[in-house]
């Protein structure tokens, strides 16, 4: 008998009929005698008509009242879910982040997890009772409701995992697993059976939209197996977990691609010291994350400095750069939202050289010009115009040899 978190996407609880299927697949585990607990988010689209609405009801809607609004949409999910598998007569029980021990920070609308107690969950297990989790949210000190920010489902289902010391967190979604670039883009994209937590985590950051990055942290850390899989259809998902030695054997597992980005640029910063902390302290201060950042020297003891913000943020960040590069007496503000970031991501990349080259190479080839450029261990990324963003990943995809089906990799449908 294993002890399976199994959690489900906002696709896969969209409609009564869809979750009556995710029902048949609760039960059919339960019937094999695994122990499950099952985390869900709010039906597909859900969250975002309760973010309109708060947008209706005021411009700059308050953080904590949105946390409220929207730990509502799981709430339903739940309720539903846990009505159909007591229909069925299997013994089934609803509980709210805050009743599984999920306690979190502050940051309303962006919290991140502190600890989970999950005493109530153990003990529904041990009655026999599957437990229905809503995904997504908890609560801070407080007791307020606070919610994980996007794909927070996913963190609420590996913490969850990690906390009971389960055997496997299954992440059914609407894809039947990762996949060497966006299938949507990329046709020739592939199935990938296993992947490192690190290549995934790098993924996730880039712009794969599989798994939430901070669910991948969670897992890397608590040495949690995740599995991706579909909830329309069986068979074999991709497995997230530790690195070995066939992984490290190709250089590049895949291509990503990210259109939220945006580029902001100080024109004109004095060239002294402390200067990078009064511009960046804000910035973290109001929980918006940097990613790469550009210093150009100029003239006059004088320096342009760029840096790309999640296009999401981009509201929030604008006033709080404008108000600091006053304050530091820059020249000017820009912002520049037609941008996209293009990634390769391998384990790989520690033991084969010449793939940064290769990747300039390709797209200096294909015309497309690079603004910025970030490298990590296992990672090259480079901001390029948006417009050129798909010929970017089909050619990169095929340049490194992406597009060649080996033993075990599956074409993408």
Not at 86 to 113: E, L, M, P, W
Not at 158 to 187: E, H, Q, S, W
Not at 333 to 343: C, L, N, Q, Y
Not at 360 to 376: A, D, K, P, Q, W
């Given at each position: 008998m294993a002890l399976i978190v199994q959690k489900y996407g906002g696709t896969s609880v969209g409609t009564i009929e869809r979750i009556h299927r995710v029902a048949d697949r609760v039960a059919q585990a339960?019937?094999?005698?695994?122990?499950?607990?099952?985390?869900?988010?709010?039906?597909?689209?859900e969250t975002d008509r309760l973010v309109k609405l708060a947008h209706e009801a005021t411009p700059m809607p308050d953080e904590r009242e949105m946390d409220m609004l929207l730990?509502?949409?799981?709430?339903?999910?739940?309720?539903?879910?846990?009505?159909?598998?007591?229909?069925?007569?299997i013994n089934a029980?609803?509980?709210?982040?805050?009743q599984v021990g999920i306690i979190t920070d502050s940051a309303h609308t962006?919290?991140?997890?502190?600890?989970?107690?999950?005493?109530?969950?153990?003990?529904a297990l041990a009655q026999g009772i599957i437990p229905v989790v809503a995904g997504f949210q908890g609560i801070n000190a407080q007791s307020d409701v606070t919610t994980l920010g996007r794909g927070g489902?996913?963190?609420?289902?590996?913490?969850?995992?990690?906390?009971?010391?389960?055997?496997?967190c299954i992440i059914f979604t609407d894809v039947d697993g990762v996949y060497t670039a966006d299938p949507n883009v990329v046709p020739a994209a592939r199935r990938i059976d296993k992947i490192a937590y690190e290549e995934m985590l790098e993924m996730a950051s880039l712009g794969a939209k599989v798994l939430q990055t901070r669910s991948v942290e969670f897992a890397a850390k608590f040495n949690v197996p995740v599995?991706?899989?579909?909830?329309?259809?069986?068979?074999?998902?991709?497995?997230?977990?530790?690195?070995?030695?066939?992984m490290e054997a190709v250089a590049v597992a895949g291509v990503t691609g990210?259109?939220?980005?945006?580029?902001?640029?100080?024109?004109?910063?004095?060239?002294?010291?402390?200067?990078?902390?009064?511009i960046f302290g804000p910035v973290a201060q109001a929980h918006v994350n940097v990613d790469m950042i550009i210093q150009n020297m100029g003239q006059d003891s004088l320096t342009d400095l760029s840096f790309t913000v999640p296009r999401a943020d981009l509201?929030?960040?604008?006033?709080?750069i404008q108000s600091v590069a006053k304050d530091i007496e820059a020249k000017s503000v820009s912002i520049t939202e037609a941008i996209a970031k293009v990634s390769l991501i391998g384990v790989g990349m520690r033991s084969h050289s010449g793939v940064a080259a290769k990747m300039f190479e390709v797209l200096s080839r294909e015309g497309i010009n690079i603004l910025m450029i970030s490298t990590s261990e296992i990672k090259i990324s480079c901001v390029i115009d948006e417009k050129y963003l798909e010929l970017a990943m089909r050619s990169l995809h095929s340049a490194f040899g992406l597009d060649q089906v080996s033993q075990g990799d599956h074409p993408a449908k």
């Amino acid at each position: 008998m294993a002890l399976i978190v199994q959690k489900y996407g906002g696709t896969s609880v969209g409609t009564i009929e869809r979750i009556h299927r995710v029902a048949d697949r609760v039960a059919q585990a339960h019937r094999a005698g695994d122990q499950v607990v099952v985390v869900l988010s709010a039906m597909s689209g859900e969250t975002d008509r309760l973010v309109k609405l708060a947008h209706e009801a005021t411009p700059m809607p308050d953080e904590r009242e949105m946390d409220m609004l929207l730990s509502t949409g799981e709430r339903v999910t739940i309720a539903l879910l846990a009505m159909d598998l007591r229909g069925r007569g299997i013994n089934a029980r609803s509980f709210t982040g805050r009743q599984v021990g999920i306690i979190t920070d502050s940051a309303h609308t962006k919290a991140r997890i502190a600890r989970v107690t999950a005493d109530r969950l153990r003990e529904a297990l041990a009655q026999g009772i599957i437990p229905v989790v809503a995904g997504f949210q908890g609560i801070n000190a407080q007791s307020d409701v606070t919610t994980l920010g996007r794909g927070g489902s996913d963190l609420s289902a590996v913490a969850l995992a990690a906390a009971l010391k389960a055997d496997r967190c299954i992440i059914f979604t609407d894809v039947d697993g990762v996949y060497t670039a966006d299938p949507n883009v990329v046709p020739a994209a592939r199935r990938i059976d296993k992947i490192a937590y690190e290549e995934m985590l790098e993924m996730a950051s880039l712009g794969a939209k599989v798994l939430q990055t901070r669910s991948v942290e969670f897992a890397a850390k608590f040495n949690v197996p995740v599995e991706v899989n579909s909830s329309f259809k069986e068979g074999k998902g991709t497995l997230v977990t530790r690195e070995d030695a066939d992984m490290e054997a190709v250089a590049v597992a895949g291509v990503t691609g990210d259109r939220n980005q945006a580029k902001i640029t100080i024109v004109g910063v004095p060239d002294k010291p402390g200067i990078a902390a009064r511009i960046f302290g804000p910035v973290a201060q109001a929980h918006v994350n940097v990613d790469m950042i550009i210093q150009n020297m100029g003239q006059d003891s004088l320096t342009d400095l760029s840096f790309t913000v999640p296009r999401a943020d981009l509201r929030k960040a604008t006033p709080i750069i404008q108000s600091v590069a006053k304050d530091i007496e820059a020249k000017s503000v820009s912002i520049t939202e037609a941008i996209a970031k293009v990634s390769l991501i391998g384990v790989g990349m520690r033991s084969h050289s010449g793939v940064a080259a290769k990747m300039f190479e390709v797209l200096s080839r294909e015309g497309i010009n690079i603004l910025m450029i970030s490298t990590s261990e296992i990672k090259i990324s480079c901001v390029i115009d948006e417009k050129y963003l798909e010929l970017a990943m089909r050619s990169l995809h095929s340049a490194f040899g992406l597009d060649q089906v080996s033993q075990g990799d599956h074409p993408a449908k």
